[in-house]
């Protein structure tokens, strides 16, 4: 009677488990279909296609006006900042060139006209007179940074993309507190 009683408990044991492991799968799978979960979309929208592009010029400009700065700037945290914006626009750039290459996506070597205009006016400017300029420029550019990356969490249907929008965001802003205070160390200085 005793090896009954074990194969009983034994079958019993598999039928419980049986039964929780299905209610763990279609409870599992019913999650899954929630309406509240957002979908992950790794396709790639004209949105996404024309942020990247957009992006792309954008850290090139920035790349271009660090450099610049670096050469004609003279205030120490004018220089600093200038490494900083050149720097982190380097790495923003790769980082979007990789993520660019496994969406297969096109990005820009380039700058806008409009930079290009910008940057060569700025390159006519040396020492003091240069550095107000340059620090005012950035903080205009870097609002219409944040408008441009905001635009794509906002609109981008990618969520690698959008992820990548999102991180360089806080950047942006880090950026424009930083572009804020050299300022007013510059307006200070010419006291």
Do not use: W
Not at 25 to 45: M, R
Not at 89 to 101: F, G, P, Q
Not at 116 to 123: K, N, P, S, T, V
């Amino acid at each position: 009677m005793k090896i009954n009683f074990q194969k009983t408990t034994v079958n019993r044991l598999r039928v419980s488990g049986a039964v929780l492991m299905a209610a763990f799968t279609i409870g599992g799978l019913s999650s899954c279909n929630n309406e509240d979960d957002e979908p992950i979309v790794d396709t790639v929208s004209q949105q996404d296609m024309n942020f990247a592009i957009s992006a792309s010029q954008q850290a090139n400009a920035q790349i271009s006006f660090g450099q610049l700065a670096l050469e004609n700037g003279e205030d120490d945290s004018v220089l600093e900042y200038a490494q900083l914006i050149a720097d982190s626009n380097t790495n923003s750039k790769a980082e979007l060139e990789a993520l660019a290459d496994g969406k297969k996506v096109e990005i820009s070597d380039g700058i806008t006209s409009e930079m290009q205009a910008r940057y060569d006016e700025l390159a006519a400017l040396q020492g003091e007179e240069f550095d107000k300029e340059f620090i005012n420029f950035q903080i205009d550019l870097l609002n219409n940074s944040m408008s441009m990356y905001k635009n794509q969490i906002d609109n981008g249907e990618n969520f690698t993309i959008s992820g990548y929008a999102e991180k360089n965001l806080a950047i942006v802003k880090d950026h424009k507190a930083e572009a804020i205070l050299v300022k007013a160390e510059i307006g200070l200085e010419g006291l």
